[in-house]
């Protein structure tokens, strides 16, 4: 029987639009869930889970799957040009292969069926799966940053009753994030989104009430930034918005060259007074009365600061891997279970991992109700030596030398993106929402240095988003050349 041309016609538009209506809620709804999220461990089943946000980004990922059987072969085609589609294309291909020799093959693979949940349903998911799908983005860290808010709030009154001290830091968005550190990296993403919504306030001359609000908001967020005494993020904000302010023209670019030139030019000249200045600074991050001016002066300190000599063991450790296994690594994930054995008898931390962990099983941040557990399992804690605070490290000794290298192209991609096709948008508002985009990247792939997050839904939900932004295009972005879809101001 021949097929008719009502047979063969492609579904009603107003079905496919209803279709995407119910898809968005569901990406909307779990981002604004997961700054609310809490590991939860059952001890009968051995099962920890991140509930809610883990049960909702599975429910993504196969409603992601199940669209993407039929992508629209344009839209592959495009995208398949774009440097930075091709980069997470190589990062996930080259997990799966070192995930295949990994020292732990179920450790990698639980790694790495984490992580192409992630990029699917965060990355490739929106623009596959929507019509409208350049937008989508924007919504999914638009829902996280404003779910953030109330956990800032929840951050600065714990922190008011510890009278806003260093020691007061560390726990101070627990059960929501697990440290500061975690906290501060996903704050960094919340602050540049609200920044750029007072932007857009100012920009089209907005009630004055609505301005007030926006800097409140801001402001805000500010200030829990700053009280989460996390070194790393402060450094990585200032670094950002210096950036993005030189790639902005070409004669910003050379200006920023030159500084940066003679800034190195100058450490070389001036080497042995730094050096000794480094050796002789005393200044500690984690004493019970430390203030803003000590933890700022202990960035320095490689002496006795706890947190600075720890990572620098565990960067040794994660080197003397890496020369074990320099191109393969010992796996994704696996750093954690193989740490001790490289770490050198001098190196010796100076807390031990055994009395880290008989201090974190007694902590006060093990919350139990009914038989559930408010923190990671404590199986992590027993066989666990805890990761290389260093998302490219990580990398390294995970995936080997082209993993790390990949994540590096990554990062510069990004200063790419903002610098070449950022010039050619004309419209304000995607302009704006590209720079928010490249602050929010830019922030974790600096603070990334020495922390890492990206295994955890509460740091990947913000920074796929925000790379889906950049790479894809927010709000029909349009340039110069093409004005023909969401794909275009990616070119």
């Not at 891997?321 to 100076?350: C, K, N, V």
């Not at 985009?437 to 240095?449: K, P, Q, V």
Request: proline share 5%.
């Amino acid at each position: 029987m021949t097929p008719t041309a009502a047979d063969i016609r492609p579904p009603d538009a107003k079905q496919v639009e209803r279709s995407d209506r119910w898809a968005m809620r569901l990406w909307v709804l779990t981002a604004a869930t997961v700054p609310f999220s809490v590991k939860v461990y059952a001890p009968g089943m051995d099962l920890e889970v991140v509930f809610p946000a883990e049960p909702l980004l599975a429910v993504m990922f196969f409603v992601t799957l199940l669209r993407l059987a039929r992508p629209p072969r344009r839209l592959v085609t495009k995208a398949l040009q774009d440097p930075v589609v091709v980069l997470v294309l190589a990062y996930l291909c080259i997990s799966t292969g070192t995930t295949v020799v990994s020292s732990m093959p179920m450790v990698s693979l639980k790694a790495l069926v984490v992580r192409a949940v992630y990029i699917t349903t965060l990355f490739i998911g929106p623009v596959f799966v929507f019509r409208n799908g350049s937008r989508i983005a924007r919504k999914v860290l638009g829902a996280y940053a404003f779910a953030f808010l109330p956990i800032a709030l929840f951050a600065l009154s714990a922190q008011s009753q510890q009278g806003f001290m260093r020691f007061g830091a560390a726990d101070s968005a627990f059960p929501f994030y697990n440290d500061h550190t975690h906290f501060a990296a996903a704050l960094t993403f919340a602050l540049f989104f609200h920044c750029g919504l007072l932007w857009r306030v100012v920009h089209v001359r907005d009630p004055i009430g609505n301005i007030v609000l926006r800097s409140l908001l801001v402001s805000g967020l500010a200030l829990a930034l700053y009280f989460s005494f996390c070194r790393a993020a402060w450094v990585a904000v200032i670094i950002a918005m210096a950036l993005h302010q030189t790639l902005r023209s070409w004669s910003r670019l050379r200006v920023g060259a030159a500084f940066l030139a003679l800034f190195i030019l100058s450490l070389f000249v001036l080497r042995v007074p730094i050096a000794q200045a480094v050796q002789g600074n005393r200044s500690v991050a984690d004493g019970a009365a430390v203030g803003t001016g000590e933890v700022i002066r202990s960035m320095s300190n490689v002496t006795n600061d706890v947190s600075n000599v720890e990572r620098l063991h565990r960067w040794k450790a994660a080197y003397a891997m890496f020369l074990e296994r320099p191109w393969s690594g010992f796996g994704p994930a696996t750093y954690q279970f193989h740490y001790t054995a490289f770490l050198a008898d001098r190196d010796t931390s100076i807390a031990p991992i055994p009395a880290l962990r008989g201090h974190l099983n007694g902590s006060s941040m093990a919350h139990a109700r009914n038989g559930l557990i408010l923190r990671e399992s404590p199986r992590v804690l027993q066989y666990s030596s805890g990761s290389a605070h260093s998302e490219y490290l990580m990398e390294l000794t995970g995936s080997g030398l082209g993993g790390m290298v990949i994540l590096a192209l990554l990062a510069c991609s990004v200063l790419y993106k903002r610098f070449n096709a950022g010039r050619r948008i004309r419209d304000p508002g995607s302009r704006q929402m590209r720079s928010v985009a490249f602050l929010g990247l830019t922030a974790y792939f600096i603070h990334s240095l020495f922390n890492n997050f990206l295994d955890d839904p509460k740091v990947a939900v913000p920074f796929w988003s925000s790379l889906a932004m950049l790479t894809f295009g927010v709000e029909a972005g349009r340039t110069e050349e093409d004005d023909s879809g969401p794909l275009s101001a990616a070119q």
